[in-house]
C-alpha cells in the first residue's frame, strides 16, 4: 500500500523558534496533501490543504503566517510552525491523496512537538 | 458544514464478542468515507474505504457499510481480539474540494 513518512517524530524547541515538518509520499505521487493537529484524546483537526505547486488553503482560524506550508514536489510538503509557542504543543499529522485510489488518504506516522 | 458523530465515544468489550461502532453525517454530498484506526501516540491505519455508490466494504473480519440518505455509517468487527484495542475514526470526504472531516472517534478495548 501507499507509504507517507514524517520527519521528524518528535521534537522538543524552545519558545520563539521555528521547527520545520516534513511529509513525503514514497512510492506514489500525492497532488494533494492535508495537514491536521490532534490534541490529547481529540480528533483531527484539518489545517490546511496542499497542492503541488500552488499556495494552501487554510482552513478558518489557522494562522497562515504562524503555519507555513510549502508543497515543492509532488511527494513534500513542509509544514513549518514559526515562532513556536508552548500552546504550539501538539500531534501534527500530515496525510497524502494518491488519486488513483479515489482520493484514499494515507497518513503519515504524526510528529510530537513539544514547545518549552 | 459537514459534521461528523461517533458513537459511543467509548466502548469495553470481552475477548470474541462481535461489536459495532457507529458514524453519523450531517451532509449527504459526500465523495467517500474512510474508517481508520489510531493506536495513542501514533499515526493513522487506514481500515476500509467505501465509495458514495457503494454500500459496504469488508477486510477480514471488519464489514463496513454506508447509507448515504441516511447519512450513517457502522464499522462491524467480528470476533473482537485484544489486538483490536485502539480509537477508531470515521471521516468523511466531501465533494468539491475533497476537504475531510473527522468524527471524534470511539476508543475501543478488548479485554482478554
Known amino acids: 500500500g501507499a507509504v507517507v513518512s514524517q520527519h521528524p517524530s518528535r521534537v522538543i524547541c524552545k519558545s520563539g523558534t521555528s521547527v520545520k515538518i516534513e511529509c513525503r509520499s514514497l512510492d506514489f505521487q500525492a497532488t494533494t496533501m492535508f495537514w491536521y493537529r490532534q490534541f490529547p484524546k481529540q480528533s483531527l483537526m484539518l489545517m490546511a490543504t496542499s497542492n503541488e505547486g500552488s499556495k494552501a488553503t487554510y482552513e478558518q482560524g489557522v494562522e497562515k503566517d504562524k503555519f507555513l506550508i510549502n508543497h515543492a514536489s509532488l511527494t513534500l510538503s513542509t509544514l513549518t510552525v514559526t515562532s513556536a509557542h508552548p500552546e504550539d504543543s501538539s500531534f501534527y499529522i500530515c496525510?497524502?491523496?494518491?488519486?488513483?485510489?479515489?482520493?484514499?488518504?494515507?497518513f503519515g506516522p504524526g510528529t510530537r512537538l513539544t514547545v518549552l | 458544514k459537514q459534521e461528523v458523530t461517533q458513537i459511543p465515544a467509548a466502548l469495553s468489550v470481552p475477548e470474541g464478542e462481535n461489536l459495532v461502532l457507529n458514524c453519523s453525517f450531517t451532509d449527504s454530498a459526500i465523495y467517500n468515507l474512510q474508517w481508520f484506526r489510531q493506536d495513542p501516540g501514533k499515526g493513522l491505519t487506514s481500515l476500509l474505504l467505501?465509495?458514495?455508490?457503494?454500500r459496504e466494504q469488508t477486510s477480514g473480519r471488519l464489514n463496513a457499510s454506508l447509507d448515504k440518505s441516511s447519512g450513517r455509517s457502522t464499522l462491524y468487527i467480528a470476533a473482537s481480539q485484544p489486538g483490536d484495542s485502539a480509537t477508531y475514526l470515521c471521516a468523511v470526504i466531501n465533494t468539491g474540494g475533497f476537504k475531510t472531516i473527522f468524527g471524534a472517534g470511539t476508543r475501543l478495548f478488548v479485554k482478554a
Open positions: 496525510s497524502a491523496t494518491d488519486r488513483g485510489s479515489y482520493n484514499e488518504q494515507f
Open positions: 467505501i465509495q458514495s455508490s457503494q
